[in-house]
């Protein structure tokens, strides 16, 4: 045998001596970090069926349940990337079985497990408190704890509830929105002209406060021109409540904004129901309009029990009169100016019936009103 052909047998036989001594162990580092790989693989594609399955059947899986699910995956996905990274397959081959299981992990953790648990946090540790705050407020008709936890509620759900549709699952996100997105809506949307009008209650009794009449007014009016939006009180005590409310500033803002003739012309229909709780059963007595008294004659009498100090007092003091004809309400001239006006020959209220007595008369209340006052005797 030449030199040359015992060299070429020699190194053939080292070479296959070679392979045989080093292939065994690759394949079994390339078969350990295959079955790694797979592994990861299949627990990273279950991650997100432990929230997706039970949402097809209307559950909502709490968080807490999912924590050990996700540091397992996290920690297994971990172990994997090591072991492939200190293996000893060749570069192209770990940036493939990397990219492999990178995807998935984004896929269906990053992107499905991970937001899932965020979103179910978010709306049962933001939305469900703020949501509990409301409901207790509103059934004790607080006012101003229902408006501070409206504005808490309508700036979650104008910027933050984008969480819950970051995740994957259709079935899971339809129904997490449906039980705590869909009612934190609905409540907003129910407390939005509610909470504008308390608003404006507390902006209308700061005008007044300040001697601002007609702002006061104003605002009153945006407050009326709501109302017609309100939810139906009937089914709804918080809105009654409210309507109480207004019903009181309605009451202020009339009086104090009221001119010197309607101040007036509410007294003539209170002297009214004065008159008829205090006064003998021979005749009633209603508001006639501005500036004037009906009188119905039940029976006869004389004209003098009329004019006596039971209607001419209550008359004079309900209606604060300070001077009857320019005269002082209860001297002599008064009296008699006021005789002067009813028809001659009138001694009795039967004589009165189909009569119209007008005459002047001075009133004060704050400010000096003068008017003709007509009673109409029926």
Same mark, same amino acid.
């Given at each position: 045998?030449?030199?040359?052909?015992?060299?070429?047998?020699?190194?053939?036989?080292?070479?296959?001596?070679?392979?045989?001594? +080093?292939?065994?162990?690759?394949?079994?580092?390339?078969?350990? *970090?295959?079955?790694?790989?797979?592994?990861?693989?299949?627990?990273?594609?279950?991650? =997100?069926?432990?929230?997706?399955?039970?949402?097809?059947?209307?559950?909502?899986? =709490?968080?807490?349940?999912?924590?050990?699910?996700?540091?397992?995956?996290?920690?297994?996905?971990?172990?994997?990337?090591?072991?492939? *990274?200190?293996?000893?397959?060749?570069?192209?081959?770990?940036?493939?079985?990397?990219?492999?299981?990178?995807?998935?992990?984004?896929?269906?953790?990053?992107?499905?497990?991970?937001?899932?648990?965020?979103?179910?946090?978010?709306?049962?540790?933001?939305?469900?408190?703020?949501?509990?705050?409301?409901?207790?407020?509103?059934?004790?008709?607080?006012?101003?704890?229902?408006?501070?936890?409206?504005?808490?509620?309508?700036?979650?759900?104008?910027?933050?509830?984008?969480?819950?549709?970051?995740?994957?699952?259709?079935?899971?996100?339809?129904?997490?929105?449906?039980?705590?997105?869909?009612?934190?809506?609905?409540?907003?949307?129910?407390?939005?002209?509610?909470?504008?009008?308390?608003?404006?209650?507390?902006?209308?009794?700061?005008?007044?406060?300040?001697?601002?009449?007609?702002?006061?007014?104003?605002?009153?009016?945006?407050?009326?021109?709501?109302?017609?939006?309100?939810?139906? &009180?009937?089914?709804?005590?918080?809105?009654?409540?409210?309507?109480?409310?207004?019903?009181? %500033?309605?009451?202020?803002?009339?009086? &104090?904004?009221?001119? =010197?003739?309607?101040? +007036?012309?509410?007294?003539?229909?209170?002297?009214?129901?004065?008159?008829?709780?205090?006064?003998?059963?021979?005749?009633?007595?209603?508001?006639?309009?501005?500036?004037?008294?009906? *009188?119905?004659?039940?029976?006869?009498?004389?004209?003098?029990?009329?004019?006596?100090?039971? +209607?001419?007092?209550?008359?004079?003091?309900?209606?604060?009169?300070?001077?009857?004809?320019?005269?002082?309400? %209860?001297?002599?001239?008064?009296?008699?100016?006021?005789?002067?006006?009813?028809?001659?020959?009138?001694?009795?209220?039967?004589?009165?019936?189909?009569?119209? *007595?007008?005459?002047?008369?001075?009133?004060?209340?704050?400010?000096?009103?003068?008017?003709?006052?007509?009673?109409? +005797?029926?």
């Amino acid at each position: 045998m030449s030199k040359r052909l015992m060299k070429q047998t020699v190194a053939s036989v080292l070479l296959t001596a070679s392979v045989l001594s +080093f292939s065994p162990t690759v394949l079994g580092a390339s078969n350990s *970090v295959d079955q790694s790989v797979n592994k990861v693989k299949a627990e990273l594609n279950k991650a =997100p069926t432990y929230y997706v399955y039970p949402s097809l059947e209307e559950k909502l899986v =709490p968080s807490n349940e999912l924590y050990s699910v996700l540091n397992s995956a996290k920690k297994n996905y971990q172990l994997t990337r090591s072991a492939i *990274v200190s293996s000893k397959l060749s570069a192209s081959q770990k940036q493939a079985k990397l990219k492999e299981i990178d995807d998935l992990y984004s896929e269906k953790v990053s992107k499905g497990l991970v937001p899932y648990i965020d979103a179910y946090n978010y709306a049962t540790k933001y939305l469900v408190p703020i949501m509990n705050e409301i409901k207790a407020a509103q059934a004790r008709n607080d006012f101003a704890a229902v408006e501070a936890a409206y504005h808490k509620l309508s700036f979650q759900l104008k910027g933050r509830t984008a969480i819950l549709y970051r995740f994957s699952g259709k079935a899971a996100r339809d129904l997490l929105l449906e039980q705590y997105k869909k009612p934190a809506d609905a409540k907003r949307d129910e407390l939005m002209v509610p909470v504008t009008i308390y608003m404006e209650i507390l902006k209308t009794k700061d005008l007044l406060a300040v001697g601002k009449k007609e702002e006061a007014k104003k605002a009153y009016a945006e407050i009326n021109a709501l109302l017609d939006r309100l939810p139906n &009180a009937a089914t709804n005590k918080f809105v009654a409540a409210l309507l109480d409310e207004v019903a009181k %500033l309605k009451a202020v803002v009339d009086e &104090a904004t009221a001119t =010197p003739q309607q101040v +007036f012309d509410a007294k003539i229909t209170s002297l009214a129901t004065e008159l008829n709780k205090t006064l003998w059963d021979k005749i009633t007595t209603s508001s006639g309009g501005s500036n004037s008294l009906t *009188v119905v004659i039940k029976e006869d009498a004389p004209l003098a029990q009329l004019l006596g100090k039971e +209607f001419y007092q209550t008359f004079i003091n309900h209606l604060g009169v300070t001077k009857v004809n320019e005269f002082d309400p %209860l001297s002599t001239e008064a009296v008699n100016s006021l005789l002067s006006k009813f028809p001659a020959g009138t001694d009795s209220l039967e004589d009165l019936k189909g009569q119209t *007595v007008t005459f002047p008369i001075t009133v004060n209340d704050g400010s000096e009103l003068k008017v003709n006052f007509t009673i109409y +005797f029926q």
